[in-house]
């Protein structure tokens, strides 16, 4: 959603001619027949929504393209495999008032290691988003980095009160910008021995949300936010 909720952005696989076939895809590696990605457009209107369709082929310059996070400019981020190794990568193009500029990768999203998910600050103070850099490794791990002065800092590894042994990944920030929402397939554990009503809530919870699935987690900002504040100040 775009930050004055004027406009949503989102990805489809949906043919850009009507009657055509959908969008081949191509990323980890191989071919994904009918599972392609671009960023899509539909505005709101004083009666609902309007007709949806594509950003121009500025952004859309390649058959997967993911995660789109608008900026209050009107500049979009976003994701695409980039690069020799082919892994995902982490992109800005800006907003001129009338067009997007080319495309250009974030300096510290280098495609030596996957980085997904950008969700950024309207005024692009700050973003969340998800990689596979250490100390993530062998999985998605939440990251924020900071801009000041225009310039992105090092990304700081959101430590274990965001992150688990699984992955934790698809960061989107509240209205406020000071909470952060993720998915994540942790699963909180189990302490024995227990009682028969303890275990009765556990295996309940076990069929509500603590099933390893994707669920939606929360935490807030404010501990990285107010500690950026008080080292640049």
Same mark, same amino acid.
């Given at each position: +959603? ?6 949503? #952005?989102?990805? %489809? ?6 009657? !055509? ?9 191989? %071919? ?7 960023? *899509? ?7 609902? *929504? ?13 058959? /997967? ?28 193009? =800006? ?6 500029? =080319? ?6 999203? /280098? ?15 700050? +973003? ?5 850099? @250490?100390?993530?490794?062998? @999985? ?6 900071? =801009?000041?002065? !225009?310039? *992105? !800092?090092?990304?700081?590894?959101? !430590? ?6 699984? %992955? ?5 920030? %509240? &209205?406020?910008?000071? /909470? #952060? ?8 554990? /189990?302490?024995? &021995? ?8 556990? #295996?309940?919870? +076990?069929?509500? *949300? ?14 990285? #936010?107010? =500690?950026?504040? @008080?080292?640049?100040?």
């Amino acid at each position: +959603m775009a930050p004055d909720g004027t406009y949503l #952005l989102f990805i %489809s696989n949906r043919p850009v001619k009507k009657g !055509g076939k959908p969008a081949d895809g191509f990323y980890n590696g191989k %071919s994904w027949p009918g599972r392609g990605s671009a960023l *899509w457009r539909v505005d709101r209107t004083a009666s609902g *929504w309007g007709e949806a369709y594509p950003l121009p082929t500025t952004v859309n310059n390649g058959p /997967t393209i993911f995660a789109p996070s608008v900026a209050a400019d009107g500049s979009v981020y976003f994701m695409k495999p980039d690069g020799p190794k082919n892994k995902f990568r982490l992109f800005r193009s =800006q907003w001129n008032g009338h067009s997007f500029d =080319q495309p250009v990768p974030l300096a510290f999203s /280098t495609g030596e290691e996957t980085d997904v998910d950008p969700a950024v600050a309207p005024d692009e103070s700050f +973003m969340v988003f998800g990689s596979g850099r @250490s100390p993530a490794n062998k @999985s998605i791990d939440l990251f924020i980095c900071f =801009q000041d002065h !225009g310039i *992105w !800092g090092k990304p700081i590894h959101m !430590g274990d009160v965001v992150n688990s042994p699984g %992955s934790d990944a698809e960061a989107r920030l %509240s &209205p406020d910008h000071r /909470t #952060l929402y993720f998915a994540s397939d942790r699963v909180a554990p /189990t302490k024995f &021995p227990e009682s028969v009503e303890e275990r009765k809530r556990d #295996l309940e919870k +076990m069929a509500e *949300w603590n099933n390893s699935l994707y669920n939606i987690w929360f935490v807030s900002l404010d501990p990285w #936010l107010i =500690q950026h504040r @008080s080292a640049v100040n």
